[in-house]
């Protein structure tokens, strides 16, 4: 169809944000006023490990859920944001290599963003998850100023997402896979204890970002090193999925073994955002996922920790700014609808 055959936009609508992860999906709606109609989670479970036709029936099962909780009739939704995990093209189709945080070896070459679209009859727009939530956190953050400002967002959740916005433009690179910073090799003199094996990535890699800050990081990395340190700690006989789920809490409390596996994925952040200021010199810094979804003690001090292990020049520190994702958990979903919603009022432009 085109644009001069396009339907017009009727001058009330919504779009669904999909926010599909490596545990849950999350959903929410956005109207053409630029309200979110969600104010929290909306989350079913996502069902990657089972593959493509699991995820799928998950996220589609997300669309209603979203539709049933504002009480909207489907034909108000005019369009989808969807994103996911990468690396991914920026048409949403998976890696040769399959998703890193996904398992299935079905998922390799897969395109999710044209299958969602064939099962749901709506036009979607995709982004990686983590340059959805990207795009949210410098558009809430700079406003009307966003199209002047650029900045640097690592998102923390079962792996390590990150996205590049300048110019208030998420910045997709050739093959639709810039700002995949969880895969970047990052120093390791200093980061490492004497005895620490290097960490190893679900993408193969050894030692970038990802292996350090993420929760499949402490789950296979660094929970295994720091347990044979504290041999008798509370978390040594669990099973190390649940227990990796732990550490954040005690974290939070004081443990001196978290606390050490905290320190480390805050140092390896920050060495991250150091390659970040000598190739962007951005005017911000952002933070979110997981890891900051905790009291705002920990949370600061983690982000406290970032910032002084990102080494950079005298002017660009004093010129940039750090700071928290806002809205935690719900950057992607929104992110993703917003991407969607500037998609629809640019074709009704046209």
Known sequence: MTAASQPPVPASFVVVGLDNGGTCDNATVLDNAGRFLIPGLLEVPSRV?????????????????????????????????????GPASAQGVISIKGSTNFGSGDWAGFDLRSALEERLGLPVVYNNDANAAALYAHQQFYGPDSPNRSSVSVIVGTGLGGGVVI???????????????????????????????????????????????????????????????????????????????????LGEAGDPMAVAIFTQQAIA????????????????????????????????????????????????????????VPDLDMAGARGAAMAAMAALETQSRR
């Not at 490492?192 to 993420?214: I, R, V």
């Not at 952040?269 to 979110?288: K, S, V």
């Open 49 to 85: 490990r089972e593959g493509p036709d699991a995820a799928l029936a998950a996220l589609i099962a997300s669309f209603d859920s979203a539709l049933d909780d504002t009480g909207l009739p489907r034909s108000a939704v005019l369009g989808v944001g969807l994103d996911s995990p």
């Open 167 to 249: 110019g208030g433009r998420v910045v997709q690179g050739a093959a639709g896979m810039a700002g995949e910073l969880g895969h970047v090799h990052i120093p390791l003199d200093g980061l490492l204890e004497a005895d620490q094996p290097t960490p190893t990535c679900n993408c193969g890699l050894e030692g970038d970002a990802e292996s350090f800050a993420s929760l499949t990081a402490i789950e296979k990395n660094l929970l295994p090193y720091w347990l044979s340190r504290f041999p008798q700690h509370e978390l040594a006989g669990m099973p190390r999925d649940k227990a990796a789920r732990m550490v954040r809490a």
């Open 269 to 324: 952040i920050g060495r991250l955002f150091t390659l970040a200021a000598n190739f962007i010199d951005p005017d911000a810094y952002f933070l979110g996922g997981g890891v900051v979804e905790a009291s705002p003690e920990f949370r600061d001090w983690f982000l406290h920790t970032v910032r002084r292990h990102t080494e950079m020049r005298f002017e660009a520190a004093h010129a940039a700014v750090f700071a928290l």
